[in-house]
């Protein structure tokens, strides 16, 4: 049986926000390596931003993933701009305003 619903979560078995639970268990460099990663930044870009080694990045990258129980780098870097918010404390940061502004809904399909 084909599941034919119309969100692209259920149809794939993707749960974008399933790791924003598990945030506390990052370090606060893990945290920081995480708000990096959904910059979309590569490995050699977040090592000379970070100041470690590339293999370092990969470490951490590897243990973020697994800790928030993502599959890939790709959805912790979603994951990463979804909680942008929660993870930047920059104050000046026009993304934690934007955050803190009520969004209008959308319009529905029709």
């Not at 920081?32 to 959904?38: F, M, P, S, T, Y």
């Not at 080694?53 to 951490?60: D, G, S």
């Not at 973020?64 to 129980?69: A, F, Q, R, Y």
């Amino acid at each position: 049986m084909t599941n034919r619903s119309t969100c692209a979560y259920r149809r794939t078995g993707a749960d974008p926000v399933r790791g924003i639970f598990e945030l506390d268990r990052l370090t606060e460099r893990e945290k920081e390596v995480l708000l990096l990663l959904g910059t979309g930044l590569g490995n050699r870009q977040l090592a000379r931003e970070l100041c470690i080694a590339e293999r370092t990045v990969k470490a951490h990258v590897a243990r973020i993933v697994n800790k928030l129980g993502q599959q890939t780098r790709l959805q912790a870097a979603v994951l990463s701009v979804l909680v942008h918010h929660a993870l930047c404390t920059d104050t000046h940061c026009a993304c934690r305003r934007a955050a803190a502004i009520e969004d209008p809904p959308l319009p529905s399909a029709a």
